[in-house]
């Protein structure tokens, strides 16, 4: 297993919960690991929209999901943790993302049973998987990642963004005894699912994902020890947010200032290092 996987692992197994920002490109992802976050995540949603320009339906392929993981992979230190949506088509198609992924050094992958094309979970347009082909879809993910041990998959089930809490607690128990590493029920959003969920999935670990919706407090969540909270919104808003700022100082003839300088972006690329193998 390699040192980013066994890092990650070694987090999956320990008491602590860990917040986990989405990076959309190499340079988010260093800025997160600099302000000492121990983990990253490349989330389909931040992805498609900063780095392609699209959105989270199904429209960006498999090569730019692998071809954009190993560009913030070679830039961090931090295990990165990779949105793989369905696994974009049949089982041949998800083993071969697990493997290229892999290759790519995606540290783990999030797999969901939702049905390819699959749907951003915000829209309330989800069409969940059957529940056999589901299963067979982590059980090839399984396979794929076992062959090398380099790779982790995390179960994602939709089934609550259709409104069933009973069907995610059944989905990520059958998941977890398929072997995945984590289970991830997305649209989580008041303090009883919580609840229900902690209850109902004791030694799992789960992971959740923090939007503006919630109804509850980042509190009640270390209590209840979810092991990864994902931040997978917050830095693309915070970027359309400041350029959109930016935009508006420019248009009205006034200078933008800032905090970060050019000196501090070179800073932060490393570039003294590349100076000085340019000039020897």
Do not use: W
Not at 33 to 57: H, M, N, Q, T
Not at 201 to 224: A, E, V
Request: proline share 2%.
């Amino acid at each position: 297993m390699n040192k980013k996987t066994s890092k990650l692992k070694k987090f999956l197994n320990d008491k602590n919960s860990y917040k986990v920002p989405s990076c959309h490109d190499p340079l988010t992802a260093k800025l997160i690991e600099k302000k000492g976050f121990k983990v990253s995540f490349i989330g389909g949603f931040a992805l498609s929209s900063a780095s392609l320009g699209y959105p989270d339906a199904s429209i960006i392929t498999q090569k730019e999901l692998v071809d954009a993981t190993r560009s913030i992979c070679n830039q961090t230190k931090n295990p990165i943790i990779v949105d793989a949506d369905t696994g974009f088509g049949g089982l041949a198609n998800v083993y071969k993302t697990i493997k290229d992924l892999e290759q790519a050094g995606a540290s783990a992958v999030i797999l969901e049973d939702q049905i390819f094309p699959k749907r951003c979970a915000l829209t309330k347009k989800v069409k969940l998987l059957d529940l056999k082909k589901s299963e067979k879809r982590i059980k090839t993910a399984i396979k794929a990642s076992k062959e090398n041990n380099n790779i982790l998959i995390f179960a994602r089930t939709d089934a609550l963004s259709v409104g069933s809490i009973k069907e995610s607690i059944k989905r990520a128990k059958i998941f977890k005894k398929l072997g995945a590493h984590a289970v991830f029920i997305t649209g989580i959003n008041s303090l009883r699912e919580i609840k229900l969920i902690k209850q109902n999935l004791k030694k799992i670990p789960l992971i959740i994902n923090i939007t503006q919706d919630i109804k509850f407090n980042i509190s009640d969540i270390k209590k209840s020890d979810f092991k990864f909270i994902l931040y997978s919104q917050q830095l693309l808003n915070s970027y359309i947010d400041t350029v959109n700022a930016t935009l508006k100082l420019i248009k009205n003839n006034k200078n933008p200032k800032f905090k970060n300088k050019a000196s501090d972006t070179l800073s932060l690329l490393n570039f003294k290092k590349y100076l000085s193998i340019e000039n020897n």
